[in-house]
T-cell receptor, first 114, second 115 residues
């Protein structure tokens, strides 16, 4: 039972173009969402997050969009750079209920070609 | 530069042997998580502690895995006996301190190979 789904395992884009990474979730109790980035042989690092009270959060080249009715979020990277090549994980959590647990998707490998 | 540390970084062992992985969470963080990463399942939560108390270990095979926090600076994950299907990267993460209470900070992982 995958509560957080990243249906595309990989994406390849040209440097300078936009990268769009998608994530779907099934549990309507999730109210905050995070994106993590992972380089080979390293642990995932936090990239950007969004609370369910917002529909957009921006941090430099990274923007996360949340569509609660569709239970869908996306990460936009503009412009994409070769250093963005990594595996990106979408994660979701519940601020209510006293649990700090996050549920992660399986990840998506982004390759940005020079 | 506060970070989560994990030892060992790599471990190769034979089936049936005991494996112990260690994690030092970021000072001041009150939650610790153990994850396993595999190609098939992605990042799976194995166990979760808050203030050193185990809150959830439902993701862990109970018969062979155990997780403890002997003190606030050390978390351990043990596998006894290990099996080839346990081969994976095991990550520790900590969180709950300071500004971003919803963010988990990951260690570099322990790559386990069970032959």
């Amino acid at each position: 039972d995958q509560q957080v789904k990243q249906n595309s395992p990989s994406l390849s884009v040209q440097e300078g173009r936009i990268s769009i990474l998608n994530c779907d979730y099934t549990n309507s109790m999730f109210d905050y969402f995070l994106w993590y980035k992972k380089y080979p042989a390293e642990g995932p690092t936090f990239l950007i997050s969004i609370s369910s009270i917002k529909d957009k959060n921006e941090d430099g080249r990274f923007t996360v969009f949340l569509n609660k009715s569709a239970k869908h979020l996306s990460l936009h990277i503009v412009p994409s750079q070769p250093g963005d090549s990594a595996v990106y994980f979408c994660a979701a959590g519940r601020s209510q209920g006293g649990s700090e647990k996050l549920v992660f998707g399986k990840g998506m490998k982004l390759t940005v070609n020079p | 530069d506060a970070r989560v540390t994990q030892t060992p970084r790599h471990k190769v062992t034979e089936m049936g042997q005991e494996v112990t992985m260690r994690c030092q969470p970021i000072l001041g963080h009150n939650t610790v998580f153990w994850y396993r990463q595999t190609m098939m399942q992605g990042l799976e939560l194995l166990a979760y502690f808050r203030n050193r108390a185990p809150l959830d270990d439902s993701g862990m095979p109970k018969d062979r895995f155990s997780a403890e926090m002997p003190d606030a600076t050390l978390a351990t994950l043990k596998i006894q006996p290990s099996e080839p299907r346990d081969s994976a990267v095991y990550f520790c993460a900590s969180g709950g301190g300071g500004y971003r209470t919803d963010t988990q900070y990951f260690g570099p992982g322990t790559r386990l190979t069970v032959l």
